[in-house]
């Protein structure tokens, strides 16, 4: 069986850029990592793996992170504008 292939570098920079939105997400809402794990059942270390891109999230996590903080999934996935 192969090993799936590694991410290039523009995956793992948007990887990076979603875990930024989602701490900003969730310190808006003046929550704590734990708060946002014990609501949303996940572990610690995966949640802080995600924030920090280390991780790459399934869908269910990120609708379980987004109802844990309170808002609507696209909150957070939407990056900042870029010019083109």
């Given at each position: ?59 269910d996590t990120l609708i379980r992170i987004a109802d844990a903080i ?15």
């Amino acid at each position: 069986m192969s090993r799936p292939t590694p991410p290039d570098d523009r995956v793992l920079s948007r990887r990076r850029e979603v875990g930024d939105q989602i701490r900003r997400v969730r310190l808006h809402h003046n929550l704590t990592q734990l708060t946002v794990c014990e609501r949303a059942g996940i572990d610690l270390a995966s949640y802080s793996r995600i924030e920090q891109g280390h991780a790459s999230p399934l869908l269910d996590t990120l609708i379980r992170i987004a109802d844990a903080i309170g808002v609507p999934l696209e909150a957070l996935v939407r990056g900042p504008v870029q010019a083109e």
